[in-house]
């Protein structure tokens, strides 16, 4: 297990003419973490790995590995492995020769390479395929031969940029299931890239959220989904997302069409205007609460979306199979006050809640 790989951005900027892709991100990863990068596409996930790897310079900051600037070193001196989107195999070379290559870039001794690839691609699942050339391979296979090729040389710090988007659902559930096993065994820091939070919940040991070039809230996945920073975290995190709507504070309650529902942190923030978060799944049918129309029900197999609106608003909400509303039917929708989220309606940050 290495206990080496501690990573740390300070004030990152990074500016592509007069674009400014990264605004000052700093971060802090541990020995030893899987942490994911999440965020919308163009939010500054990719930029900041490629500098962590030392292939794009910064314009402001520093990034150091243990503790060392290394701000201005070269890709070959960090000690790290990246493996790209499109896995960036030698279609020329053989599974062997692809995962040997970075050890015989090295200068590594033949039968310590021999030994190390045969090593690495049974981590992986393929040590049967490696006289195969790339092009013989499928997707997954051509995935866990770019991994096996990161892990050959046993670096202190794995950099991987959406390595399962090129795989078909099933298998990507599957993949990263099996990539979370490998980094817990090999103990190695992780930077994780991805848009998909479901699978940044699924495999990170903390997350940083990106959106324009900053970062707005780093946590566990559980943090991050029960306490979303702001608004904007709020409806991206989430299978469906929160259902965010205006409304108002005033006598302990939260004021949402007509309506008024005792809602966690209301009594201790006066009367204001805010911007009330649910989850589909805190949502429940009642006999009064927030009034809405159901409009479509999605049956799931074992659960049930329905598609209702409050005033011109959609939202979503999922129910029990053994309570699913008519579509057409007019309902009324409550929550605990616990499951209330709620954000300052001009800033979009959250409020404290009790
Ligand atoms: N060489 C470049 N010149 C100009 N703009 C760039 C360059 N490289 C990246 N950008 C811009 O910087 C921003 C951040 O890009 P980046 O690739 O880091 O985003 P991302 O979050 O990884 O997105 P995606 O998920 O789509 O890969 C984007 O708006 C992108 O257009």
Request: charge should be neutral; include cysteine.
């Amino acid at each position: 297990m290495s206990q080496s790989g501690s990573v740390k951005l300070e004030n990152v900027v990074k500016r592509h003419g007069s674009f400014t892709a990264l605004q000052g991100i700093s971060l802090d990863i541990r020995p030893g973490e899987f942490f994911a990068l999440l965020g919308p596409s163009g939010s500054g996930k990719t930029t900041t790995l490629r500098i962590l790897a030392g292939l794009e310079s910064v314009n402001e900051g520093r990034v150091l590995l243990d503790d060392v600037d290394v701000t201005h070193a070269q890709p070959g001196e960090r000690d790290v492995a990246m493996v790209f989107q499109s896995y960036a195999l030698y279609p020329h070379m053989t599974v062997a020769e692809n995962i040997a290559f970075p050890l015989k870039m090295m200068g590594t001794p033949a039968a310590t390479i021999e030994d190390a690839v045969q090593e690495a691609a049974a981590k992986v699942g393929i040590g049967r395929l490696l006289s195969r050339r790339p092009g013989q391979l499928s997707g997954g296979q051509q995935q866990r031969c770019a991994l096996a090729r990161a892990i050959v040389r046993k670096p202190r710090l794995f950099l991987l940029d959406e390595p399962l988007s090129n795989l078909d659902a099933k298998l990507r559930v599957d993949t990263r299931a099996e990539l979370r096993r490998l980094q817990r065994s090999l103990g190695v820091t992780t930077v994780y890239v991805t848009h998909d939070q479901e699978e940044a919940m699924t495999v990170a040991d903390r997350i940083a959220v990106f959106m324009e070039g900053r970062i707005v809230q780093v946590g566990t996945p559980k943090e991050v989904f029960l306490r979303p920073a702001n608004a904007v975290v709020a409806a991206f995190i989430g299978t469906p997302p929160m259902n965010l709507m205006p409304a108002k504070l005033a006598g302990g309650q939260v004021r949402v069409h007509g309506a008024g529902l005792p809602a966690g942190g209301a009594h201790g923030l006066g009367e204001r205007d805010v911007t009330l978060g649910l989850r589909p799944g805190d949502l429940r049918i009642a006999d009064q609460g927030i009034p809405a129309r159901v409009e479509f029900i999605e049956d799931l197999g074992d659960s049930v979306i329905a598609i209702v609106t409050v005033g011109d608003q959609h939202m979503k909400m999922r129910l029990d199979q053994h309570a699913v509303p008519q579509e057409g039917q007019q309902v009324f929708l409550s929550f605990a006050p616990a499951a209330a989220h709620l954000f300052d309606r001009q800033t979009g940050e959250r409020l404290p809640s009790d």
